[in-house]
């Protein structure tokens, strides 16, 4: 099972967990897409500076 830590209480709580259930803190959500749009924002900087 893989779990991540709570940033508030520092409790191992199951990684799909959208509430920590012992502090009631709310994870932030991360999107898949954001993630891929930033890598190609990243590459196609890189790529500018090489080109220049």
């Known amino acids: 099972m893989k779990t991540k830590e709570c940033p508030s209480c520092a409790m191992e709580v199951d990684a799909s967990s959208k509430v920590c259930p012992i502090c009631q803190y709310e994870f932030a959500e991360t999107k898949t897409s954001y993630k891929w749009i930033a890598i190609l924002l ?4 890189i790529l500018l500076l090489l080109n220049t």
């Not at 990243?42 to 900087?45: A, E, H, L, Y």
Request: a neutral charge.
């Open 42 to 45: 990243v590459i196609s900087m």
